[in-house]
């Protein structure tokens, strides 16, 4: 009975949107039936029915209505009940009126609409204890890929309550072109089985809803989000001559002399630190520093105090120093200066 229900339900899927028809969104009286208060994609539907086929796990409520419906049947035939209830009828032929009045708590997500940072925290409610959560962000930078913000301990759980740390950027280290603020959508699912850690990967807007789908969409939120930035560094850079009275202010990548010892100095805490050498753009030196930072050279005839001194710089040339914002991240604008050490 359940193998019939489930091909006349991808009939009907594929005569309203052809092979697509799996990632659609399945007509609201169907879901209804299902127990959904919204729709939900064919997928979702499909893997629901298949349940009935587990052994020993109990008849989703509105298994015998939605079956009934699909194979044209009353809801109290006896083949329906025997080979569908298993004992559990009397669940199953629940009224809709009833199904409705006991229905899921609302499914509830706040996301901040605007972050000073690129990270952030999703906290909300599942519509049922045995959910599971699952939060993507889809930066706005043109590629329309989703990241699932998804790790060990992420998202957090208790009971129904979840929280979710996010981070507005692109773990795979290609840069977005677009300048703060860079708004980002945040999509926030109630899963009936757990997103898998191992699924780490961006995913492009069909993939996701397949993916979704495979695990049991009950619940779908949609909200936006975008990174402002404040400028709270101020940085400067000054050096034993020509900046030691007047330090640069601007980060505009030119080439300037400059006589070491060079101090990058800026408003506020601890941030990522880049230098490059300026002729094949290799990488030198990566990490965070603290506001106060010296860079010198190896063989200088003025000493240095050690305990300030970020880079020794082993001859003179021209290099490439970049300052970010916190630690380095991939929605942040750079400040960067192209120096030569006289």
């Given at each position: 009975m359940t193998e019939r229900a489930i091909e006349e339900l991808k009939r009907r899927g594929k005569e309203s949107w052809g092979a697509?028809?799996?990632s659609q969104l399945?007509?609201?009286?169907?879901?209804?039936?299902?127990?959904?208060?919204?729709?939900?994609?064919?997928?979702?539907?499909?893997?629901w029915l298949k349940r009935l086929d587990e052994t020993p796990r109990a008849v989703p409520i509105g298994a015998i209505e939605l079956v009934?419906?699909?194979?044209?049947?009353?809801?109290?035939?006896?083949?329906?009940?025997?080979?569908?209830?298993?004992?559990e009828a009397s669940v199953g032929r629940r009224s809709t009126l009833e199904r409705l009045a006991q229905q899921d708590s609302k499914f509830e997500v706040n996301c901040p609409s605007v972050v000073h940072d690129y990270r952030f925290v999703v906290v909300g409610e599942l519509p049922r204890p045995d959910l599971h959560p699952a939060v993507f962000v889809q930066p706005?930078?043109?590629?329309?890929?989703w990241y699932p913000q998804v790790?060990?301990?992420?998202?957090?759980?208790?009971?129904r309550a979840f929280a979710c740390f996010?981070?507005?950027?692109?773990?795979?280290?290609?840069?977005?072109?677009k300048r703060p603020p860079l708004d980002a959508k945040v999509r926030v699912f109630a899963l009936e089985n757990a997103w898998s850690t191992d699924l780490s990967?961006?995913?492009?807007?069909?993939?996701?809803?397949?993916?979704?789908?495979?695990?049991?969409?009950v619940g779908e939120k949609d909200t936006l989000t975008c990174r402002i930035s404040t400028d709270p560094l101020a940085p400067s850079l000054r050096d034993s001559a020509a900046f030691a009275e007047h330090p640069i202010m601007h980060h505009e990548p030119r080439a300037i002399f400059c006589a070491p010892p060079l101090i990058l100095d800026w408003k506020g805490g601890a941030t990522y630190v880049e230098i490059r050498d300026g002729e094949g753009d290799q990488l030198l030196f990566q990490g965070t520093a603290a506001p106060g930072m010296m860079?010198?050279?190896?063989?200088?005839?003025?000493?240095?105090?050690?305990?300030?001194?970020l880079y020794e710089f082993v001859e003179r040339g021209r290099y490439r120093v970049r300052l970010y914002p916190g630690i380095k991240s991939f929605v942040d604008p750079m400040y960067e200066w192209w120096i030569e050490l006289a």
């Open positions: 697509i028809y799996y399945a007509p609201l009286d169907l879901c209804r039936l299902a127990g959904r208060a919204h729709q939900v994609q064919y997928g979702a539907l499909i893997s009934a419906h699909l194979v044209n049947v009353a809801p109290d035939d006896s083949e329906l009940t025997t080979h569908v209830a298993r004992g706005q930078d043109g590629t329309g890929y790790a060990r301990h992420n998202p957090l759980r208790a009971g996010v981070q507005l950027g692109n773990p795979v280290g290609i840069w977005h072109v990967e961006r995913l492009h807007d069909e993939e996701l809803t397949k993916q979704t789908a495979l695990l049991g969409v860079l010198t050279l190896r063989a200088q005839d003025q000493p240095a105090d050690p305990t300030v001194v």
